[in-house]
């Protein structure tokens, strides 16, 4: 994850880093799992082979098994029946050694996503895609925070900036996404519009007046210093493979 500062509010250079916070986080995570009596179990439903799903997923292995969580990968192939995936899901619903569960977004064309996310039971939707999910989060009811407007949020607090009342555009591959991160940012006292990338053609004029820039597409230089303006804030969530180095 990508953080940095085009000029900040205050008229110097801001280099937000992801990397020191994300550690300090993990640290954290790896002593509280290491007194409880038993590893806590993330499981991840991975359908197809899109490059930057698989380079997601892969770092979410590797980062559980560092703090010492009990990972679980469950793959199926494109050309999968949906009932065989839902059925999947519905059995991780009743593990008891399974706390939480992520179907990795996108999926391939020829399957409804929602119906599949739908199927998540609500306590174990960890990237809070579930409609009741975003319902609780939208009245600030959630069970608990997704897991990526939480690490926004933790970066946007380590700058220290007051980002009260400014104006933030978040770009997203889908209008759930942008959703789920708007209402996040809001909580902030941010002005928030989101932006689909596949229309982002059409949102250059929301980009340009926004203080804060939030994309997470895995889409390198989707966004250029052209298309902002001074003093904005930009955080690039996104990750991506580049001449086989993971750029993100």
Not at 41 to 53: H, M, R, T, Y
Not at 124 to 149: A, C, L, N, Q
Not at 181 to 197: I, N, Q
């Amino acid at each position: 994850m990508r953080f940095f500062v085009i000029s900040g509010y205050n008229g110097r250079m801001n280099i937000l880093l992801g990397k020191p916070v994300a550690e300090a986080i993990l640290a954290d995570l790896k002593e509280k799992i290491s007194k409880e009596k038993s590893a806590p179990g993330l499981a991840v439903v991975l359908v197809g082979n899109d490059k930057a799903s698989g380079i997601y997923v892969g770092l979410k292995e590797k980062k559980a098994k560092e703090i010492g969580m009990d990972f679980s990968l469950f793959q199926f192939p494109a050309q999968s029946r949906e009932d065989e995936i839902i059925l999947k899901i519905r059995g991780l619903n009743k593990d008891g050694r399974i706390n939480g569960i992520i179907v990795q977004v996108p999926l391939p064309e020829k399957f409804d996503t929602q119906r599949i996310i739908n199927e998540i039971s609500p306590e174990k939707d960890v990237d809070g895609f579930h409609p009741e999910s975003i319902d609780k989060f939208e009245r600030g009811t959630e069970i608990f925070w997704p897991v990526f407007p939480k690490a926004i949020m933790a970066l946007l607090e380590s700058s220290q900036e007051n980002v009260s009342g400014k104006n933030a555009v978040v770009v997203a591959n889908s209008e759930k996404f942008g959703e789920v991160m708007k209402s996040a940012l809001e909580r902030k006292g941010l002005l928030v519009e989101y932006v689909l990338s596949k229309d982002i053609s059409k949102g250059i004029e929301k980009i340009k007046n926004a203080d804060i820039v939030v994309t997470a597409v895995g889409e390198p230089g989707i966004i250029d210093g052209g298309m902002l303006k001074g003093g904005a804030v930009v955080i690039d969530g996104g990750i991506t493979e580049e001449k086989e180095k993971v750029l993100g």
